[in-house]
């Protein structure tokens, strides 16, 4: 049997309202995720990725992307591991030749036994896949999925927003990459950012929730995507100056640019922080579960255009400056605090361990949030059925 | 208390009529496995080896091979750390001085206390030993051996048949050694070797089984090796040639020399080509369990000669030609496979996840004999008793 | 859950008289150990200290030293990773700004929400610290801790006794590293150390039990440190000479020096060697757990001094001859046997698998007396209280 990776009994039942969060190690069920950009999969030439404990093997095939479980049906073996293909649509494992379609998972030949009976009798597990502004993305669940526009944040597929993004792995749980990204009281560790000085933004180093004043906005449509909004930006006293015992002890900045208005967490687990990282642009990134340890960091930039040449403009802008100053040279802080935090909630001890301040109202929104409009819970055995 | 490496329960119930054999992760008991080669071991000079979960020492004094525990009984270190001897045939563990015969394992001196109460009262626990074709073969058990002869493919043993081998670690449980060696349908993965092309050897990509023809013949006889032969040789019709939609993909090798008619499997693990890789010569291989994700591959090729020089001729031929160009050229890509295949039977899962086709008929039969015949199973706390 | 490091039920039952030593793999609570050295923390440099399962950061303000739990309470990462202070006496963590005292651990600010419900309301788990010889004690307990004399050997603390010493990681849990020390049937592996033949000790290999003749005696006086000696020195006879079946096989040196007149252990595990390694010096070493697989040990040497210039003598002796003679040249070969007895007893199993002999008496008694007088046990969940 797979190793249990849920959450420990005594744990799931001191989290009120959040079980289900706390059970969701491997992610959620029944969702649309980023997996790898369009450019790395080519024609004929299939990409292995691993999501939510699952290994996928992923293909272009005259143009199309399709996606199946990489893993023979026969004996197990990955077929990544030497992929083989003979006729154009097929997938071939390099063990026995059994040869499955890449659109509909069928067994259609055994290259080593040409009339088997099993063949025609399988059927490789294969997952929906939808490829847009250049990435593709990929149904991991059972039933009929739900229009992609459901599971990304409003916005992201407008028909002129042009995206550009970089993805890469993080060591912690994908939970701990999300409440990173959605905790306001976080922009403390980005203090001496060279975004924040280089870019001249307003960044305060955390704020203080006024009373009576909702914090959060739940957005539970049945027809869109559903989400949370921090409403901190009106609910709250940006803190620009930080005292101890009477003396002044820290300062954000005061720049010229205000950013980050809107910032709102998604299903399946995507952020939207809106503008950033300045006016005009909008920066949506994904926290992907890879397995109960790593996420992938997918971090995107958005910007409406409304030609070809702004578009152009825009993705050199992206490559030549965003990049190094805002994906990297802001978010590396992130990744490492992620990557600090990890420890406490791997063994879902932190969980129940933790002492929450005001701010971290939105984050307890989100918890009971996904833990009831979630489709399902990502489990270790899935990957066998 | 060892950690249990044997099959979770709800596998276990799954598998009709081969459950011991699923259960044997670290082998059978009360069987003979090779360990090193004679050539390994000096006079005096003991070396370890891991066999079944177990750490032994094997030693040689005056020209006769023995074999213990490699733990002293006091404080349970390894003399394998340090090993001292102060009189022939006696084993002296480096921390207290506790000294055993390696014949008896008897306690026959405590250096750091010559009269202890203790002296005499223990022994270190001993495995009968047998040094046959430049081989040592182990006895893992408890009841009295059976002779070697019962444990090793027919012929291994003739007079005049001539046996040269390697031996090199594999990273995967010994059962996905052997079905990786027994299983016909993967010869798939040799279609372009160098041995088959250069020697020019008839080799098709698969085997489509006749119906109605026995495709197994198992040898039970009470006293001799027990083992199951694989008869596609005659029960399936060779395939040359792969189709998919109609059109030709692949095709096997037609050269002019037949081999591997002849394909066994016997217990404890040991297959049997014969011939291989050329006519006059046979192939002998085990696959020993190290531990539950390691395994020895010890390859073997046997040759009946008349006198010393052509015992000579072949052991030159062994070393400048077929190593390089069989063992490493041909039995790499075997290697490659098994550790390949090692995921998926890692947790079990596995054994009841794989969906097997009409070939896989001889494997199946051979889980049941294995599972008929073992004299036991190995359990990871029989390395305390 | 944290996972279960403590014995397995069923050999928990097999040790009659020593149970909690079996369950004190982290080790014992409500005692005092050592942790740094003095000259390792500097004014306001905080450094992080692994003791007991349990991550310290332990920093010097004014002169003074503190021990706290290294993890915010918050959201549970390690202040070590990027420590923070903003005000004298205060410990910030980088993550979300929560300051503590370090003396009291209370929480006295926020810096990312300054009028926080949550300051003042929490507080940081403190450890008392006592800095002697040198040497950083921290009581890990929760109980109004001893004074450290219960804790230490006698002798350690005398006003004139000075003390210099070294710390290093060793890879073996620490009650293998405690048996080790206070073992006398050890005494083999030193045979041949440069120690006892350059500096012309009186070393035997081993040493033969009377009979009738008490060979431990016990300390347990409600006020002061409780311990075991070995009296070995007159309950045995020294073994010089090894024979075997009639021939010398091994002999230990008669030097002039006679060393190690006087050998005792002593809660939470410090061993006292006197007079060691030669005449008018004392070794005290402790087995100081780090987590369940490795220990620190420190190793001192003591000697009574009449004045600073005597003092300061004994300091250039100790780091010029005693360092690489003895503290490294003699006990490198304690190090590498206790990492070669790790594997027995990590799973418990070599507590109940080990056969002992006479010299054991000792250390059966001490495991005994430490299961009686221990202050309690270390446990994985302790971390979370």
């Known amino acids: 049997m797979p190793k249990p990776v849920s959450a420990a009994a005594n744990v799931l039942d001191k989290v009120k309202g959040w079980r289900s969060y706390v059970e969701a190690k491997l992610g959620f069920r029944n969702h649309w995720y980023p997996t790898l ?4 999969v080519s024609e004929g030439a299939p990409v292995t990725f691993k999501l939510c404990g699952e290994k996928l093997l992923i293909n272009r095939v005259d143009g199309k992307v399709f996606c199946v479980r990489d893993r023979c049906m026969h004996r197990g073996v990955n077929f990544s591991a030497r992929p083989e293909c003979y006729a154009k649509g097929t997938l071939t494992c390099w063990y026995h030749g059994w040869t499955y379609k890449w659109d509909t998972g069928e067994l259609v030949g055994i290259l080593t036994n040409p009339d088997s009976a099993q063949i025609g009798k399988h059927r490789l597990r294969t997952f929906p896949v939808e490829e847009r502004k250049g990435i593709i993305f990929v149904f991991m669940g059972d039933m009929a999925p739900p229009p992609l526009a459901h599971d990304v944040p409003p916005n992201f597929l407008d028909d002129d927003m042009a995206i550009f993004g970089k993805r890469r792995m993080v060591n912690s749980n ?4 999300v409440e990173n990204g959605f905790d306001s009281g976080h922009i403390w560790i980005h203090k001496n950012s060279i975004l924040v000085i280089g870019n001249d933004l307003a960044l305060p180093v955390g704020f203080a929730p006024l009373e009576g004043v909702a914090t959060t906005r739940l957005v539970e449509d049945e027809d869109g995507p559903k989400g949370v909004y921090d409403l901190l930006g009106n609910a709250a006293m940006p803190v620009f100056e930080s005292y101890l015992f ?6 954000g900045h005061f720049g010229s640019t205000r950013v980050a208005d809107t910032i709102s967490i998604w299903l399946p687990g995507v952020l939207k922080v809106d503008p950033w990282p300045q006016a005009g642009m909008i920066q949506f990134e994904w926290y992907v579960p890879a397995d109960e340890g790593c996420h992938y960091y997918l971090q ?15 993705e050199r802008e992206f490559h030549d400056k965003w990049v190094a100053l805002s994906l990297d040279g802001f978010n590396n802080d992130d990744v490492w605090a992620r990557e600090a935090g990890e420890e406490f909630y791997k063994n879902d001890m932190g969980w129940i361990a933790e002492r929450l301040y005001e701010p971290d109202i939105a984050i307890v929104e989100w918890r009971k949030f996904a833990s009831k409009h979630n489709r399902g819970i990502q489990k270790p055995e899935h990957i066998y059925v």
Request: charged share 30%; net charge negative; aromatic share 6%.
């Open 300 to 314: 995107t930039l958005g910007k409406q255009v409304n030609n070809d040449a702004e578009h152009k403009a825009f």
């Open 37 to 40: 950009m369009s450019s790395e």
């Open 246 to 251: 009477g003396e002044k002890v820290a300062e």
């Open 174 to 177: 994908w939970r701990v990459g």
